[in-house]
């Protein structure tokens, strides 16, 4: 992999901190949005649906937050990247680097915003009554196969948006539709329709979510099975999408 090289590297890093400085460089709050948004929306949930849909889900609060910020990061991250090439049209059209950096750098600088988010989602666990268990130690590998899932679908939407303009509004309704789909303000239980149940179990993020509630607020161990079954698909995925986008890539700078 040419990016692996020691200059594109050095690139690789200098661009990653680079975006994550400019995100919020002209704003007050800076880089605390990234935590105001899933905050307010968690806010929202809580009110409505805590009567019904959290009824029966302990610490309902931080349930919903782990889900927002799961959420958020995805859908944040994979909509930045998926217009990295395009939004930085000159380095992809008049310079030689591989062009999986721009990508690559986009999600590196979110991603850093998720862990950061993570960590304050388990201290306030902690703060309002979790229990402390030798799980919450797990949670960074969650979070290196949330990047790994983030990682493989930005290249592929990166890719695919050169040549298809109207991705973006499409990947907007996804959006939308992802929303409602994954538990995110209610338990799997919550759905009535078996079928709605069996498409969870091919929810990549559904199950990344279930995780990190898993091991924090239940105080439980995942499955270690389905973990590495993850991780193999994930990491299988990540090839796939490596080899699609460095089979595209030399024309780019045609169509961005």
Not at 19 to 35: E, I, P, T
Not at 67 to 84: C, D, P, Q, R, V
Not at 115 to 127: D, G, H, Q, T, Y
Request: proline share 4%; charged share 10%; glycine share 6%.
């Amino acid at each position: 992999m040419q990016f692996m090289d020691k200059p594109y590297r050095n690139l690789l890093r200098e661009m990653t901190f680079s975006q994550f400085a400019v995100r919020d460089q002209n704003s007050v709050l800076g880089m605390l949005w990234s935590f105001v948004n899933p905050v307010l929306m968690v806010g929202v949930l809580f009110a409505y649906f805590r009567m019904n849909a959290g009824a029966t889900i302990q610490h309902y609060g931080i349930y919903l937050l782990f889900g927002m910020i799961h959420y958020t990061h995805f859908s944040n991250t994979t909509a930045a990247a998926m217009n990295s090439l395009s939004g930085m049209a000159q380095l992809t059209r008049h310079t030689v680097l591989p062009k999986e950096v721009l990508v690559i750098g986009s999600v590196l600088a979110t991603s850093m915003e998720f862990a950061v988010s993570m960590a304050f989602c388990l201290v306030l666990a902690c703060i309002t009554g979790v229990p402390i268990t030798g799980g919450m130690a797990i949670l960074p590998a969650v979070i290196l196969l949330q990047l790994m899932f983030v990682m493989w679908v930005s290249l592929l939407l990166a890719a695919a948006r050169v040549f298809v303009k109207d991705l973006t509004h499409l990947y907007q309704v996804f959006l939308r539709l992802l929303f409602f789909t994954t538990p995110i303000f209610y338990a799997a239980a919550f759905l009535r329709n078996p079928f709605a149940q069996r498409m969870l179990r091919f929810n990549p993020l559904a199950q990344l979510i279930g995780f990190s509630r898993t091991l924090v607020i239940e105080g439980q161990w995942i499955s270690w099975k389905l973990f590495l079954a993850l991780c193999v698909i994930h990491a299988l995925a990540l090839w796939g999408a490596f080899r699609c986008f460095k089979r595209y890539e030399p024309r780019f700078a045609e169509y961005v």
